[in-house]
């Protein structure tokens, strides 16, 4: 990647770059980039094809495909514009109205509108849905299946905090943003963008997008620390995933602090404010 260029959040590869960087990053093609959409429950976004994750994406993300090779495709998620590569396999580009959200920290699509039909996949908070109708309490899917009804919002929630905290006991997982596994940045990207507020991938972009505090820590406010993200819960208590559990955990910052700093991963790098409203697009 070319200097002055976050490789994270550039849509290029060595062949291929987004129409948008002609002239300002020379590559030998470009591309206006093909629309689509992912249809498994959650994917990794790789460095390089079969690469390590940096970050995930989860189902009904909408994505632009730039480059492929081998059965990989090179992809810009639309949500916060990370790129990497996952299995091209992955998308689909049927690209139905999305309608709602999955607003449980998980639930299950059923194969019919009844919850004793077998399940065929489960999702994540924040997977985006084409709900074309409800039956039963079951909203139908228009690729297929059923979701409960009381999992799905097509209204952003209020309170980042509180989503945050519905994941409570999530295993830590390096770059995961779903139930089955999740990291601090991912936690706090997904509390966010439940609410409707935009929010980066990682954690030195997150410090970097928000203001800094000024005063008392309060209530969904993001605290930071090299390489690591939390959020408070209010002045004396917070909530994130960590490493040292391996898990969401809530603990009081003072403790946490202590810890961090004891660990030698300090120093605390002082808290930013998200936005109060919501200030993005939803669903």
């Known amino acids: 990647m070319s200097a002055g260029f976050d490789r994270r959040l550039t849509p ?3 062949r291929v770059a987004l129409e948008s960087l ?7 093609a470009y591309t206006a980039g093909r629309p689509a959409r992912l249809a498994v429950p959650v994917a990794d976004l790789c460095r390089a094809p079969q690469g390590t994750r940096d970050r995930q994406v989860n189902f009904g993300a909408d994505l632009v495909v730039i480059d492929q090779q081998d059965g990989w495709a090179f992809v810009q998620a639309m949500a916060d514009g990370y790129c990497g590569w996952l299995r091209a396999e992955a ?16 639930t299950h699509v059923y194969s ?55 994941l409570l006991g999530t295993p830590y997982l390096w770059g995961g943003n779903s139930r089955c ?39 969904g406010d993001l605290l930071f620390w090299p390489g690591h993200v939390a959020m408070a819960l209010d002045a004396l208590r917070m909530i994130h995933a960590t490493a040292f559990a391996m898990a969401v955990i809530i603990e009081p910052i003072a403790d946490a602090m202590a ?21 993005a697009p939803f669903p």
Do not use: N, Y
Request: charged fraction near 20%; glycine fraction near 14%; hydrophobic fraction near 40%.
């Open 12 to 14: 290029a590869t060595e």
């Open 22 to 28: 002609r002239g300002r990053l020379a590559r030998p």
């Open 91 to 106: 998308l689909e580009h049927d690209l139905p109205q999305v309608t709602h959200r999955v607003s449980a920290p998980a």
């Open 112 to 166: 019919g509108p009844d919850l004793k039909t077998p399940e065929t996949m489960a999702l994540s908070l924040g997977a985006r849905l084409s709900v074309t109708g409800v039956q039963g309490g079951f909203a139908r899917l228009a690729r297929g299946g059923w979701v409960p009804e009381q999992h799905i919002a097509d209204q952003p929630a209020p309170d980042p905090a509180a989503v945050a905290e519905t």
């Open 181 to 219: 596994g999740i990291d601090c940045s991912g936690l706090a990207q997904g509390a966010l963008m439940a609410c409707a507020i935009a929010c980066p991938g990682d954690s030195d972009m997150q410090q970097a997008g928000f203001p800094p505090v000024e005063g008392e820590i309060r209530r």
């Open 259 to 279: 810890r961090i700093d004891a660990a030698g991963q300090g120093p605390f790098g002082g808290a930013r404010r998200p936005p109060a409203g919501a200030c």
